[in-house]
């Protein structure tokens, strides 16, 4: 299912690749998938079993049907959120097609929904001729996969917002009056808009495919090819890259100014740079008599007086931009200091009052577009009156002015004097007029707050009662205020969702593993009963096959372990069980599971133990799943030769040696080697097998025990890898595990 969203460039492929995935794989004879259209369910599509027989009469009663909010089994999804399984759909009086599928001879169903966060995007229904009862595991796997197909279709969905928004800025470079010129790294234009023609002369025509220095005066040339260059091999800028003034040379030869902010981007392996040219000729000479009618008045003024009110007026900037800087530094740092929505909400508040405002406001576009009240503080209320402004005076999402018509927009809203005027066109009713007025507002300024161009939502910031109002020199400050909260709330969410995915993935990987590991148990025992001859005695031959199978198995099995550890380190719920064990009879016990790999590939196990007896306190399941991962892994990688298990101490450890004459491991990959999923050989050429786990979950083993791991390798000649216990392992453990809680709690915050 999973290769299958990834192969799919429409909803209508994700969906028919799904759908058939899970009919074949889990028995179902129909399966189909439901949307909505115009407010009603409806068959998009409906695969069957091709083995199945004649399901044409239940096949198109099934795409006749168009379905309201609770109506037949998908209308019942669609309506609860919850997946529903009917043991015997004749017994279902809910079941609008039952007539049809009694005569189709299906029996039982199950449908559950295609979601994303609260999104609800479809129905995935199965039909069977056998009568199943609920199954729990599989009705989870069932809510799995509709999420995974929701967030698809959301990313579906974004990706046609982009080509969408891609479509805008052609018609915007193709109407605008500034020219607008794409060109690769050796100057060569790419494209170029038709303003072009107003400013230079040429068509568009005559300039694409050729360089970018036929605009420029001849003098110019040569200093633009050597910026381009050092540019490319440095990534350093020797000019500013907005506003840079540069003269133009037009087609019929004359020099004009220019105005040129550059930029520039990545198309598929190649650096592109735009540029936005305009024409300043006009400016110019309307800055030079603006220039020449203040020079006729500063000679009327005494010169003195001047450059007093110069210095006076520098200083003043100077520090009103530095408390501006401490106050942007300090409010990042506040803002920076957690990664949690909730923490950086509040911190946000507090950042703000009383330090630039009486009252803050911030409202929060959620992910089905309606607008949250999320924080609000100010005006030394207490929590109840707060939690009563936050409740009634949530944003109209139709509103003329205020938080929400600045999420609408994009732009901010300035009110230097809040007026009587102004709170009675903003009121609903009323009550909520009278509790504005008493609320004594003076001033008042809403940002949007835009992270990665997304709005997330509006910051609203007021002054009330004595303190001044809102000056053209506050929006700055705030403005960069609200860019910082922007950010630091995109990251929060950012951090949330890579909390959501990392659990979900653990989550998938133990219940993929529990359920591989039901049906292989069977296969083992069933192996078991036939080499024993209970069923009849096998000849050589069976016995030979019958031994390959329990080799599969038990191989299977060791991989299914492997996922199922790792999931169980992912999610911080392994825990290490102490006991005392002798050293030499566990290092025995262990190499007699790794023998029979060793001779059947012809290599030579040597064990190496210490002289005298000793004991290990440590959880001894779990060292030997360690040493049982690294010696497999390198009986795996070594043709021939030996392979050594050595065993010695030094200091208050336990040393484990195992020394291999493989094919070594290049150095830089020796860190990589112990990443969950990475293995040396590439996937699609590899001669040997694994889920590339098994020395990851060494090495996280190894830590749970208090202990170490390390690798040396020379390609072509062996690997070494040294396995490091605690010889007294309860305290090691028990910081281990501290520390791993002190880390989830800090996740959770």
């Not at 300035?414 to 009550?431: C, I, N």
């Not at 029979?596 to 779990?622: G, I, N, Q, S």
């Not at 060292?623 to 892994?633: D, G, K, S, V």
Request: aromatic share 6%; charged share 30%.
């Amino acid at each position: 299912m999973t290769r299958a969203l990834a192969a799919s460039e429409t909803i209508d492929a994700a969906a028919r690749a799904v759908v058939c995935a899970i009919g074949q794989h889990l028995g179902w004879e129909v399966g189909s998938f439901w949307r909505v259209h115009d407010g009603a369910l409806a068959a998009d599509l409906v695969w069957t079993d091709p083995g199945a027989g004649d399901l044409a009469p239940f096949v198109e009663a099934t795409r006749r049907l168009r379905l309201a909010r609770g109506e037949g089994v998908p209308g019942h999804v669609w309506a609860a959120g919850a997946p529903v399984w009917l043991t015997d759909i004749d017994q279902d009086p809910d079941v609008v097609r039952r007539n049809a599928a009694r005569a189709a001879g299906l029996r039982s169903a199950v449908a559950f929904a295609i979601r994303f966060d609260a999104t609800f995007y479809g129905v995935l229904e199965f039909f069977t001729r056998q009568a199943m009862a609920p199954d729990a595991t599989l009705l989870d796997m069932a809510a799995a996969i509709g999420d995974q197909m929701g967030l698809f279709v959301r990313r579906q969905q974004a990706e046609d917002a982009l080509r969408e928004s891609a479509e805008r800025f052609r018609l915007l470079a193709q109407t605008s009056s500034d020219v607008i010129v794409v060109i690769d790294e050796h100057s060569t234009i790419l494209s170029i808009n038709p303003a072009v023609e107003r400013v230079f002369g040429y068509a568009p025509a005559e300039l694409v495919g050729r360089s970018l220095k036929l605009l420029m005066p001849e003098r110019m040339r040569a200093r633009h090819e050597e910026g381009v260059r050092h540019f490319v091999e440095t990534g350093e800028r020797r000019i500013p890259w907005t506003g840079a003034r540069f003269p133009g040379v037009t087609k019929d030869g004359r020099e004009i100014p220019l105005e040129i902010s550059f930029g520039t981007f990545h198309r598929d392996d190649e650096r592109v740079f735009t540029g936005i040219i305009r024409d300043i000729s006009g400016r110019i000479r309307q800055q030079q008599q603006l220039e020449e009618t203040a020079t006729e008045l500063e000679a009327t003024i005494e010169e003195l007086k001047e450059q007093r009110r110069v210095a006076e007026r520098a200083r003043a900037e100077a520090e009103a931009a530095a408390e501006r800087a401490r106050f942007l530094a300090e409010a990042g740092r506040a803002l920076a200091g957690s990664l949690a929505y909730g923490t950086t909400l509040r911190t946000l508040v507090h950042v703000t009052v009383p330090a630039v405002a009486d009252y803050c406001i911030v409202d929060i576009v959620e992910r089905d577009g309606s607008i949250r009240r999320a924080e609000l503080a100010g005006g030394g209320r207490g929590e109840e009156e707060i939690a009563l402004f936050r409740r009634r005076d949530t944003p109209q999402p139709d509103a003329s002015l205020g938080p929400a018509h600045v999420i609408a927009t994009g732009e901010p809203e300035v009110y230097p004097e809040v007026t009587d005027e102004l709170l009675r066109a903003v009121a609903r009713d009323r009550e909520e007029l009278e509790r504005l007025r008493a609320a004594g507002l003076r001033s008042a300024i809403i940002f949007p707050l835009v992270a990665r161009g997304r709005t997330l939502g509006a910051l609203m910031l007021a002054t009330a009662g004595s303190r001044r109002g809102y000056t053209a020199g506050d929006v700055d400050i705030l403005e960069g205020l609200a860019g910082r909260a922007a950010l630091a709330l995109d990251a929060a969410e950012l951090y949330e969702a890579a909390l959501a995915a990392g659990r979900a993935k653990s989550n998938f990987l133990a219940v993929m593993s529990h359920e591989l590991r039901t049906p292989l148990t069977a296969i083992m025992g069933y192996s078991d009963i036939l080499e024993a001859g209970i069923s009849g005695q096998l000849n050589e031959r069976q016995r030979e096959q019958l031994k390959r199978i329990m080799l599969s198995a038990r191989h299977l099995l060791q991989l299914i372990d492997e996922i199922l550890t790792f999931s169980r380190l992912e999610a911080g719920r392994e825990e290490a069980r102490l006991e005392r064990v002798p050293l030499r009879e566990f290092v025995r016990e262990t190499a007699a599971l790794v023998r029979p790999a060793a001779a059947e590939k012809h290599l030579r196990f040597e064990v190496r133990l210490p002289k005298v007896e000793a004991d290990l306190e440590t959880d001894p399941e779990k060292l030997r799943q360690i040493l049982l991962n690294i010696l497999f892994n390198a009986i795996k990688f070594t043709r021939e030769g030996k392979v050594v298990l050595a065993v010695g101490v030094e200091g208050d450890d336990y040393v484990f040696h195992i020394d291999d004459t493989g094919v070594g491991i290049p150095p830089e990959h020796l860190e990589q080697i112990f990443e969950p999923f990475w293995q040396l050989e590439d996937a699609m050429t590899r001669h040997t097998g694994g889920t590339g786990l098994g020395l990851s979950v060494a090495r996280r083993l190894v830590e749970l025990l208090g202990g170490e791991i390390g690798v040396r390798s020379t390609p072509g000649v062996g690997t070494q890898v040294t396995v490091r216990v605690p010889r007294q392992g309860g305290a090691g453990a028990l910081a281990v595990a501290a520390r791993g809680a002190t880390e989830e709690r800090g996740a959770a915050d």
